[in-house]
């Protein structure tokens, strides 16, 4: 029995449209497999060629247009690495004078090169750009930074700020170098170095531990703010392992973004550095504990009975 036309042309237009179909899976799919992933995650543990493993999440043209300095020739500024000024179990910080004048302070980080993992490589480069995007009269200028494998190095350097912290001038200078008029030009001046980073850059910069010990100041007294203890930051989260491959990557909440967080935590840190130079006194003090069992039975019952 001969088939009516109209179901024919149904039947061969349901053929037609099965074809297009998987003919567009196959193609779809295709493209898939064909297109990996920008991002690549390496493990934690370093391989020995962590160097690779670093993806192009960073800006890396920006990266190239840094001032990358050599350790030789930093080496020859701080007088062969023997000017110390200030010493942390992760840095070490010398001062330094470049060829063309200007006196730098240099940031070495104590890192073994077997202890160094793409996750740190990583974390270096983005701070170095965060840094390098600074630009106000009261932070410390970032200057550049050296990179090298033989003998593996990793140093940052920052504008010297010549008359030492904030802190030494509160409670080791002599009392007449910070007369009132001193003091409040500091004031102002981290306060605004604050305002700069909290509110007129995308996305905010926060220093990872605001004191006293990290306000320098210049000869005219002028604060400078500088960021010492993100390095800290970045050693006890890998000692504590307290991430994961999609916790440090940028867009996932990496730790390097924990600073962009603390803006709250620097404004509180800014109301005690304020009271520190009204007072004159150290941010903390040493309280003595007296448990009420070490204390005389009489003194023990008028606390118990609230007398």
Same mark, same amino acid.
């Given at each position: 029995?001969?088939?009516?036309?109209?179901?024919? !042309?149904?039947?061969?237009?349901?053929?037609?449209?099965?074809?297009?179909?998987?003919?567009?899976?196959?193609?779809?799919?295709?493209?898939?497999?064909?297109?990996?992933? +920008?991002?690549?995650?390496?493990?934690?543990?370093?391989?020995? +060629?962590?160097?690779?493993?670093?993806?192009?999440?960073?800006? +890396?043209?920006?990266?190239?247009?840094?001032?990358?300095?050599?350790?030789?020739?930093?080496?020859?500024?701080?007088?062969?690495?023997?000017?110390?000024?200030?010493?942390?179990?992760?840095?070490?910080?010398?001062?330094?004078?470049?060829?063309?004048?200007?006196?730098?302070?240099?940031?070495?980080?104590?890192?073994?090169?077997?202890?160094?993992?793409?996750?740190?490589?990583?974390?270096?480069?983005?701070? !170095?750009?965060?840094?390098?995007?600074?630009? =106000?009269?009261?932070?410390?200028?970032?200057?550049?930074?050296?990179?090298?494998?033989?003998?593996? +190095?990793?140093?940052?350097?920052?504008?010297?700020?010549?008359?030492?912290?904030?802190?030494?001038?509160?409670?080791?200078?002599?009392?007449?170098?910070?007369?009132?008029?001193?003091?409040?030009?500091?004031?102002?001046?981290?306060?605004?170095?604050?305002?700069?980073?909290?509110?007129?850059?995308?996305?905010?910069?926060?220093?990872?531990?605001?004191?006293?010990?990290?306000?320098?100041?210049?000869?005219?007294?002028?604060?400078?703010? !500088?960021?010492?203890?993100?390095?800290?930051?970045?050693?006890?989260?890998?000692?504590?392992?307290?991430?994961?491959?999609?916790?440090?990557?940028?867009?996932?909440?990496?730790?390097?973004?924990?600073? =962009?967080?603390?803006?709250?935590?620097?404004?509180?840190?800014?109301?005690?550095?304020?009271?520190?130079?009204?007072?004159?006194?150290?941010?903390?003090?040493?309280?003595?504990?007296?448990?009420?069992?070490?204390?005389?039975?009489?003194?023990?019952?008028?606390?118990?009975?609230?007398?």
């Amino acid at each position: 029995m001969q088939q009516p036309t109209w179901l024919l !042309v149904l039947e061969i237009a349901t053929g037609v449209l099965l074809v297009v179909f998987v003919m567009t899976g196959i193609v779809t799919a295709s493209r898939i497999c064909k297109l990996k992933p +920008s991002i690549r995650i390496s493990s934690w543990n370093r391989s020995k +060629s962590w160097s690779d493993e670093i993806t192009v999440l960073i800006d +890396s043209d920006m990266l190239k247009s840094l001032p990358k300095l050599s350790r030789q020739e930093l080496e020859v500024a701080c007088e062969d690495f023997s000017n110390i000024i200030g010493l942390t179990p992760e840095t070490v910080v010398y001062k330094g004078t470049m060829n063309d004048g200007p006196e730098v302070s240099v940031i070495l980080l104590c890192a073994f090169e077997g202890h160094w993992t793409s996750h740190h490589e990583l974390f270096l480069r983005k701070q !170095v750009i965060d840094l390098a995007r600074l630009n =106000h009269e009261n932070i410390a200028k970032f200057l550049g930074y050296c990179r090298e494998s033989d003998p593996f +190095s990793r140093m940052l350097v920052f504008e010297y700020a010549s008359n030492g912290t904030l802190f030494e001038h509160l409670h080791y200078g002599e009392e007449a170098q910070l007369s009132c008029l001193r003091r409040m030009k500091i004031a102002i001046g981290i306060a605004q170095g604050l305002r700069y980073l909290h509110t007129e850059l995308q996305p905010p910069f926060a220093i990872s531990k605001l004191n006293s010990n990290s306000v320098y100041v210049t000869e005219d007294f002028t604060p400078k703010l !500088v960021d010492f203890e993100c390095w800290k930051m970045m050693f006890s989260k890998h000692e504590k392992a307290h991430f994961n491959s999609k916790a440090s990557f940028p867009g996932h909440g990496d730790f390097a973004e924990d600073r =962009h967080a603390d803006i709250q935590g620097n404004t509180y840190a800014f109301g005690v550095i304020l009271l520190e130079i009204i007072s004159g006194r150290l941010p903390y003090c040493r309280i003595k504990a007296i448990w009420l069992t070490g204390l005389p039975s009489s003194s023990s019952s008028r606390m118990r009975s609230g007398s």
